[in-house]
């Protein structure tokens, strides 16, 4: 199976207190539209963090309760550049229920995507 998008973009953020019914309705409603109308981005989710975290030795737990992952197809440079801009002039909407401390982390991939084959006492669930 060849690889659909060679490349993502980890984006991990938290709404300010008090503000997160606010922050989810712009994300969901209406960020991950703009970002898919700009070039190179294909696809959006965004994922809650959950109870099940692996707690080892060394392991770093999240300070972000929130995670979005976008594709990029062709030159991720090009594309965060051509978003960057638009942040920056207001050509996309940002909340004011968005805390600061965003971390945002490119991508570009390494293999082909591997999925599990379903077996008969393991099948394979899709969301």
Do not use: C
């Not at 995507?113 to 393991?122: G, K, R």
């Amino acid at each position: 199976m060849p690889i659909m998008t060679n490349n993502i973009l980890l984006v991990l953020t938290n709404p300010l207190p008090g503000r997160e019914v606010e922050y989810n309705q712009w994300y969901s409603e209406v960020h991950l539209a703009e970002v898919l109308q700009r070039p190179g981005f294909v696809s959006a989710r965004r994922f809650r963090l959950g109870k099940g975290q692996l707690d080892l030795d060394g392991f770093a737990q999240s300070q972000h309760s929130y995670l979005a992952l976008y594709e990029i197809d062709g030159d991720a440079e090009v594309a965060l550049a051509h978003v960057k801009e638009e942040m920056e002039s207001g050509g996309l909407t940002v909340t004011e229920a968005l805390d600061p401390n965003v971390f945002t982390a490119a991508f570009a991939a390494t293999s082909e995507t591997v999925l599990e084959e379903p077996t008969a006492d393991h099948a394979t669930v899709s969301k």
